[in-house]
C-alpha cells in the first residue's frame, strides 16, 4: 500500500488554467507538506500542516492555495497558472512526537510532474 | 539564511567501493539532518535521520556522520551496489516548529557493474 500517494503523476496545462493536486497518506501522521523541485533539482518547502492548521508559509504566490480537509489529506490549488510554475511538486508527511518533530523523518510521494504549456 | 551544499555533484564509481557523500551547511542551529534517496521519476525515500544531539546513525551498509560545530555531515557506503545508484540528498531541519527541510541539490551516484 502506498504511504503518501498523490494525484495526478502528470499534469500538462495552459497558462491561465486553474488546476489541483491531490495528496492522501495512510500513516497516520498529524502533518502534511509541499515542497516544489524545479529544473535544477533543488527542493523548497512551499507549505506545512498540522491537524489541519498552516503552520509553515513560504514566499509563496498567493496563487498557491493549500487545503486540508482532514489530518489524512493535503491538496494544493493554483490558480492562473504561469509558465515558471512548471516543476514536480512533492507531498510528504511526518509525525509530532515527543514535543516536536526532532525525530520524524519525511515520508514523501511519488511526485506530480506539472507542465505549462 | 541556512544553505546546504552537496560534494560531489556526481560520483562514477565500480561495484564493490566504499564512497563518501559530503554535506555543508552554513547554520550550525540545526534540530536534525536527514538523508534520502531518490530514483528517477520517484519520490524521495529517507535513508537516516540524526537527531542534533547524535554524532551517528547506522543502517545496514549506510553510516551517517553529525558535525553540528563544523556544519558538516557525511555518508558512508559500503561495498557499493549498481542497486545504490540514485540522487542522495541532505537535508537540514531549520527549526523545529514545523520540521521544516532545507535541502541541498544531491549527489548523482553512478555505481558500475
Known amino acids: 500500500d502506498t504511504a503518501v500517494s498523490q494525484t495526478p503523476k502528470y499534469l500538462v496545462t495552459q497558462m491561465g488554467n486553474d488546476k489541483s493536486i491531490k495528496c492522501e497518506q495512510n500513516?497516520?501522521?498529524?502533518?502534511m507538506y509541499w515542497y516544489k523541485q524545479d529544473s535544477k533539482k533543488f527542493l523548497k518547502i512551499m507549505f506545512s500542516?498540522?491537524?489541519?492548521?498552516?503552520?509553515i508559509n513560504e514566499t509563496v504566490p498567493n496563487r498557491f492555495s493549500p487545503k486540508s480537509p482532514d489530518k489524512a489529506h493535503l491538496n494544493l490549488h493554483i490558480n492562473s497558472l504561469e509558465l515558471g510554475d512548471s516543476a514536480v511538486y512533492f507531498c510528504?508527511?511526518?509525525?509530532?512526537?515527543?514535543?516536536?518533530?526532532?525525530?520524524?523523518?519525511?515520508?514523501f510521494g511519488n511526485g506530480t510532474r506539472l507542465t505549462v504549456t | 539564511k541556512q544553505e546546504v551544499t552537496q560534494i560531489p555533484a556526481a560520483l562514477s564509481v565500480p561495484e564493490g567501493e566504499n564512497l563518501v557523500l559530503n554535506c555543508s551547511f552554513t547554520?550550525?542551529?540545526?534540530?536534525?539532518l536527514q538523508w534520502f534517496r531518490q530514483d528517477p521519476g520517484k519520490g524521495l525515500t529517507s535513508l537516516l535521520l540524526?537527531?542534533?544531539?547524535?554524532r551517528e546513525q547506522t543502517s545496514g551498509r549506510l553510516n551517517a556522520s553529525l558535525d553540528k560545530s563544523s556544519g558538516r555531515s557525511t555518508l558512508y557506503i559500503a561495498a557499493s551496489q549498481p542497486g545504490d545508484s540514485a540522487t542522495y540528498l541532505c537535508?537540514?531541519?531549520?527549526?523545529?516548529?514545523?520540521?521544516?527541510?532545507?535541502f541541498g541539490a544531491g549527489t548523482i551516484l553512478r555505481v558500475k557493474s
Open positions: 510528504a508527511s511526518s509525525q509530532y512526537r515527543d514535543r516536536g518533530w526532532g525525530n520524524s523523518p519525511l515520508h
Open positions: 500513516l497516520g501522521h498529524d502533518t
Open positions: 500542516y498540522n491537524n489541519k492548521e498552516l503552520i
Open positions: 547554520d550550525s542551529a540545526i534540530y536534525n
Open positions: 540524526i537527531q542534533s544531539s547524535q
Open positions: 537535508a537540514v531541519a531549520e527549526r523545529e516548529y514545523g520540521n521544516k527541510l532545507v
